[in-house]
């Protein structure tokens, strides 16, 4: 008997089971324990009317590597169930994952209502590049909902938030925001890539679209980049046959979908370690005399701090800090660090440090950078999966 048909229903197993299991059947591929990595750009009709009848949508099978893989839907399933949506589409990047996104779904004229803090290249596309295809975006505070009410207008189609945002770690309610989104009639997307659907699931709270950088956490080391969007069946067969198809062509590789299929196995393990790390190394910093600030969920200074509480699972891997010497000390800090490795990107075994003002967040120019509210002092670390000592060792050792 094949392996899923014998097995519990989905909604019947808990998460780290589903995040090993679903969506594949190793007596379907040879009893295979890992999926196999299906390297093709094409694939063969069995006759013309087959192949005819696959283009029209009357039958069912692969077509072209550009909107579909056997590996890769193995992927899309998964993720799809580990975020309680109906389909998920993969992407080559989270950026890729975005332009399929808005590309496919606004047309010149439109609005967007975003949070005022937003990682680096999805606000350099919102604010330098959308206004060139008609496209606009009101920046609002989005930790206040009365400031979404204030600012939708008729042409608001979409509502767009990360929470917690990338790199100051704001919390957004994401259920007040649904409510409000919902009855302008605007489509809610949560950029989920620093929770994963393990910490926090938005559709459940009530958004319509999540969006992914799976190059972080969901792959989880650092060697690939790939994104994901997970929606309606409806949402996510227009973002594959308009969005990727046609329009971007940010596809996923199989051996990048196979890599993440391989991360997602260890998917809780690292979150609830990142999580547990991170808090104690937050606890830690925010009693140094040399800090300033620190930015992090799990901290009672933390202004959404119960609102984290309620909305996540655990409080994540991120942390940023201000530190009282300002950039300055900030800089001697990043080149002081002997275990924790100066780059950009997150959610890898290895601790990454890096300056957004700098790096990750340089589209915003300093006014900019004033008016969506982080400072050029601050510091952002991912809180990797070594020995809590040795980092705690190496942070507070180099402050
Ligand atoms: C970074 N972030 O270091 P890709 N959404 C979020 C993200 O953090 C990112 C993306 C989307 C970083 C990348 S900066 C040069 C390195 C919340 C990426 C975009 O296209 O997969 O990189 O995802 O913060």
Request: with cysteine.
């Amino acid at each position: 008997m094949s392996h899923l048909t014998s097995r519990p229903a989905p909604n019947s197993l808990g998460f780290a089971t589903r995040a090993i299991h679903h969506g594949y059947d190793p007596q379907l591929h040879l009893g295979s324990l890992n999926p196999p990595v299906f390297l093709t750009s094409t694939y063969a009709f069995d006759s013309a009317a087959e192949g005819a009848a696959r283009f029209a949508g009357e039958a069912d099978g692969f077509i072209y590597g550009r909107v579909g893989n056997p590996t890769v839907a193995i992927l899309e399933r998964r993720l799809a169930e580990l975020e309680g949506g109906e389909a998920a589409l993969a992407t080559s990047s989270g950026v890729g994952a975005l332009t399929a996104l808005i590309w496919t779904l606004l047309n010149s004229g439109d609005e967007i209502v975003a949070d005022q803090m937003l990682y680096g290249c999805t606000f350099g596309l919102f604010e330098h590049h959308l206004p060139r295809f008609g496209i606009h975006v009101r920046f609002v505070d989005l930790t206040d909902p009365a400031g979404l009410t204030a600012a939708l207008g008729a042409k608001t189609r979409m509502v767009f938030t990360e929470t917690p945002s990338n790199p100051n770690m704001r919390v957004v309610d994401i259920a007040a925001i649904a409510d409000i989104a919902r009855r302008a009639g605007a489509l809610f997307v949560v950029d989920n890539t620093y929770c994963t659907p393990y910490l926090q699931r938005p559709l459940e709270l009530g958004a319509d679209i999540v969006t992914h950088s799976a190059t972080k956490y969901l792959g989880g080391h650092g060697d690939l980049l790939a994104g994901a969007v997970i929606a309606s069946k409806e949402i996510i067969d227009r973002l594959r046959f308009t969005g990727v198809k046609e329009l971007n062509g940010a596809c996923i590789s199989a051996f990048d979908a196979f890599l993440i299929l391989r991360g997602l196995k260890t998917l809780t393990l690292r979150m609830d370690r990142h999580s547990a790390t991170a808090e104690k190394l937050a606890h830690d910093l925010e009693a140094h005399p040399a800090v300033a600030r620190v930015y992090y969920p799990g901290l009672a200074s933390h202004p959404q701090h119960a609102l984290a509480q309620r909305q996540m699972r655990a409080m994540g891997g991120m942390i940023a800090l201000e530190l009282k010497g300002g950039l300055a000390a900030g800089r001697a800090l990043m080149d002081k660090v002997r275990i924790a490795t100066r780059a950009v990107s997150l959610g890898d075994a290895e601790t990454l440090i890096q300056h957004p003002a700098s790096m990750t967040h340089a589209t915003y120019d300093p006014d900019e950078r004033a008016r969506h509210g982080f400072t050029d002092g601050l510091i952002r670390i991912s809180v990797g999966l070594e020995d809590y000592e040795d980092l705690r060792e190496d942070l507070l050792g180099a402050l």
